[in-house]
């Protein structure tokens, strides 16, 4: 019963194609993360919502949509991938804003999204 | 811009022995600082934190120091074991902001048999 899942695990996918990942807490968390680890192996964040509210959108392309159902999903749509794109992609959780001052983030095992 | 660097991408250390892996940064308004560890193919876990009122945390082998007028950090493992060997990020947040945690690249900690 894994906390943070998120599919697929790899991505492989052409220039130009539109992928989507996938992600899914059982914490009971209200806030949800997709952070970023690029080729220099830094973890930069891209979007977060709480209660599938947009709360922190990072300077990313327009090309990367998230999308939260309910609060316990939060997908990440890319539309037209570039080759730049390539990078280790992880979801997170965390209860900020359920009254905790200090939280951590709950992570995924990530996708490795390649595009060729 | 980076706001929260570890200068040593790498670290080796014997089994045992004590491991310490430093973070500085560079933002004063920082006031909560966390250590994650990650092993290959999975997700950065928890490890320990610290708020800006203390300069000491520990739990069991793992404990992190902090020395706010050096903008400095350490996690310190004792003793070492062949399990801890994984990539440590440290990580900082702005207070009432704490939704935006801001990550190191990362030290591979590998821990000699």
């Known amino acids: 019963d894994t906390a943070v899942s998120q599919t697929p695990k790899y991505l492989v996918t052409q220039m130009g194609n539109d992928k989507s990942i996938k992600c899914e807490q059982n914490l009971g968390h209200d806030t949800m993360y997709w952070y970023k680890q690029d080729s220099k192996k830094f973890l930069k964040i891209m979007f977060s919502?709480?209660?599938?509210?947009?709360?922190i959108n990072e300077t990313v392309p327009n090309r990367f949509s998230p999308k939260s159902p309910d609060k316990a999903h939060l997908n990440l749509h890319i539309n037209s991938l570039e080759l730049g794109d390539s990078a280790v992609y992880f979801c997170a959780s965390s209860s900020l804003g359920q009254g905790s001052t200090n939280e951590k983030l709950f992570f995924g095992s990530g996708t490795q999204l390649s595009v060729l | 811009d980076q706001q929260v660097k570890q200068n040593s991408p790498s670290l080796s250390v014997q089994e045992g022995r004590i491991s310490i892996l430093n973070c500085d940064y560079t933002?004063?308004?920082?006031?909560?600082f966390l250590w994650y560890k990650k092993y290959p193919a999975e997700g950065p876990t928890f490890l320990i934190s610290?708020?800006?009122?203390?300069d000491k945390n520990e739990d069991g082998r793992f404990t992190v120091f902090l020395n706010k007028s050096a903008k400095h950090l350490s996690l310190h493992i004792v003793p070492s074991q062949p399990g801890d060997s994984a990539v440590y990020f440290c990580?900082?947040?702005?207070?009432?902001?704490?939704?935006?945690?801001?990550f190191g690249p990362g030290t591979r900690l590998s821990v000699l048999p």
């Open positions: 919502y709480n209660n599938k509210e947009l709360i």
């Open positions: 610290i708020s800006s009122i203390k």
């Open positions: 990580a900082a947040s702005l207070p009432f902001y704490g939704q935006n945690f801001v």
């Open positions: 933002n004063s308004m920082f006031d909560y």
